[in-house]
């Protein structure tokens, strides 16, 4: 296996003098055979990957068992390009399609409420999110030029959550501090912007890391200030706020450049539909703390609203059309949120002046109901709308072809070779590998693909199996956490994995269930050998089968959680049933 700085992609340049890594192209992946020279670089057969997976001995009180949970494969198809966990508040943030298993209800914009109020896949009731990119089959050419002119003629810029829209009831006494920080929030974020138009036609990830550390700093500490503002002024704390720090850097830019099937051109509806209402919280005066909490809990509602009809969406896909949908669930959807953005205005009027138009912010619509998409007018400092999956195959410009479905999902909870584990918190977020070596560097990525019977080895290229065995991606997730935190500014640096070596977790981290995902893929041979399946990407990623990444929100009950714990660290193996 190459050495990790090298599994960035393959035709990538380096600008030695500078000592910075500037990406000027990375291939695509999932080409056919009449552009496979370089392209079939990024394939390899299995049986030439040396052995590379080794298990820390497991000590006297290390835990050794297993807890197996079954939440399907995504068969009732709930596919999306939000990314909620690394991205949140970003609608169709990732700019590539997951597979969703678990929660039923989650989005970009979901709210722990809405997730423990949620039905599941998982037969258990697991209410856990656990979500991946697709892998596509795509048997016509892609050409490398048309990624290269793409990226050419792209300018970097930097995505950051939306917080105006995402706070609680502001309390009359906050008003002006908190919108002197979100001004400053914006402020940052276009001065980040006018900086990334240096790497126009280039990716240099050394820039675009720091850039991004001094945006996040700044970005904790306003936010902060948001927090402590609201609760000075009899708000209480926020929580939450954390998740919305952490900014990207995107070239979503490139999606106008690249090729899109004639299909996907063709098709005007949209193949994953969900609610789309005006957001309420950034249109709301300052609240008399006297009616913060009132304030707050109908808030709380309205989101909860949200996420049941698009659970619904999800749960009766294919039954009546259009009319059923408007009829039985944004109908009644737009009804009743009448109703709570009138509590909302009688609780504020009850102490101060009554707010009107609020009654205006009621309708909502479904992405895919007619020819014209649902595309609302961002929030002041929030990114625009990015386009829908459509048609079929819910294609996205270069991420192109037919979905292949898991032959099957292994989701297993396992034991620390060192100690006993503790029952991971509810609502904990988790990421494993990065969508984005390529524009963030490698060092959060982790190689993922093997073939069935080789689970002694892990490439950061797409396998080629031999017969009769599947293409398979392995995730495993952070084992260790602080202890303390359910996020953290970056997504990362409250959960870590342990010592490859012995097993044990860093210092002032403890041991908690190790997630692990094992996905299963029937991919024809010939497809494999041609180099035409791929997985979904951002654009600069361009099908790098070293951007493989996985998901995860913990929403298991504390009773579950505990079971769980318990099964490990007695050392058996037990069905999540």
């Known amino acids: 296996m190459r050495s990790r700085h090298a599994r960035i992609g393959i035709a990538v340049a380096v600008l030695a003098a500078t000592g910075a890594l500037t990406v000027t192209f990375v291939s695509a992946g999932g080409k056919s055979t009449a552009d496979a020279a370089t392209e079939l670089q990024q394939y390899v057969a299995i049986e030439t990957v040396r052995p590379n997976v080794t298990d820390p001995r497991i000590r006297a009180n290390g835990s050794r068992g297993r807890f197996i949970v079954d939440c399907g494969t995504n068969a009732n198809g709930k596919f999306s390009p939000d990314n909620p966990v690394a991205q949140p508040g970003i609608k169709n943030g990732a700019k ?4 969703f298993v678990g929660n039923l209800a989650i989005t970009a914009n979901s709210s722990d409420a809405d997730l423990d109020a949620s039905g599941t896949t998982c037969r258990n009731g697991d209410k856990s999110s656990y979500f991946w990119p697709v892998v ?25 959550p939306n917080v105006r829209d995402r706070l609680p009831a502001v309390p009359t006494g906050a008003r002006t501090a908190v919108s002197e920080k979100l ?9 980040a912007d006018d900086r990334m138009a240096a790497n126009r036609g280039r990716i240099d990830a050394r820039s675009n890391d720091t850039l991004l550390t001094a945006l996040r700093a700044e970005r904790a500490r306003l936010i902060k200030g948001i927090s402590d503002s609201i609760a000075v002024a009899g708000g209480g704390r926020s929580s939450g706020l954390v998740s919305l720090v952490e900014c990207d850097v ?4 490139m999606h106008a450049a690249m090729r899109h099937t004639a299909a996907d051109v063709r098709a005007h509806t949209v193949a994953s539909p969900q609610v789309r209402c005006p957001t309420v919280r950034d249109k709301l005066p300052g609240v ?3 009616a913060v909490a009132e304030v707050n809990r109908n808030l709380t509602e309205l989101d909860r609203q949200i996420a049941e009809a698009n659970e619904r969406l999800v749960t009766t896909r294919g039954q009546g059309g259009p009319d059923f949908v408007a009829n039985a669930v944004v109908g009644p959807l737009n009804a009743r949120r009448v109703a709570v953005l009138d509590r909302i205005a009688t609780a504020i009027g009850r102490h101060a002046d009554r707010p009107g138009g609020l009654s205006g912010l009621a309708t909502c619509a479904v992405s895919g109901l007619s020819s014209v998409p649902v595309t609302p007018q961002p929030s002041p400092g929030a990114a625009a709308p990015l386009p829908d999956p459509r048609g079929p195959n819910l294609e996205l410009p270069n991420n192109t072809g037919g979905i292949v479905r898991p032959a099957s999902v292994l989701i297993e909870y396992r034991g620390n070779p060192t100690s006993k584990v503790v029952p991971m918190p509810k609502f904990l977020r988790a990421l494993t590998g990065d969508a984005k070596p390529t524009s963030r560097g490698p060092a959060n990525a982790r190689a993922a693909w093997t073939c069935s019977g080789f689970a002694d080895r892990l490439s950061d290229r797409y396998p080629i199996c031999p017969a009769g065995r599947q293409v398979q991606r392995v995730h495993d997730f952070p084992g260790c956490w602080d202890g303390k935190n359910t996020d953290s500014t970056n997504h990362r640096s409250h959960v870590a994995f342990a010592d490859k070596t012995t097993g044990a977790c860093p210092a002032g981290f ?7 995902v094992t996905i299963s893929y029937a991919i024809p041979r010939d497809v494999q050998k041609k180099g035409q399946y791929a997985l979904d990407s951002f654009p600069e990623e361009d099908h790098n089968p070293f951007s493989d990444h996985d998901d995860f929100v913990n929403v298991n009950s504390a009773r579950t959680m505990q079971r769980i714990a318990t099964c490990i660290n007695t050392a058996r193996t037990c069905p999540g049933r």
Not at 138 to 157: C, E, H, N, Q
Not at 250 to 253: A, M, P, T, W
Request: hydrophobic share 35%.
């Open 96 to 99: 590539h399609v997951h597979d």
């Open 136 to 160: 596509r089959i795509d048997k016509s050419v892609r050409s490398g030029a048309d990624t290269r002119r793409a990226l050419a003629a792209t300018t970097p810029t930097v995505t950051c």
């Open 183 to 191: 001004r400053r929030l914006d402020d940052a974020t276009a001065r």
């Open 250 to 253: 995107s070239y979503d830019g």
């Open 288 to 290: 008399p703390p006297a």
């Open 510 to 516: 403890v041991a908690i269930p190790q997630l692990r």
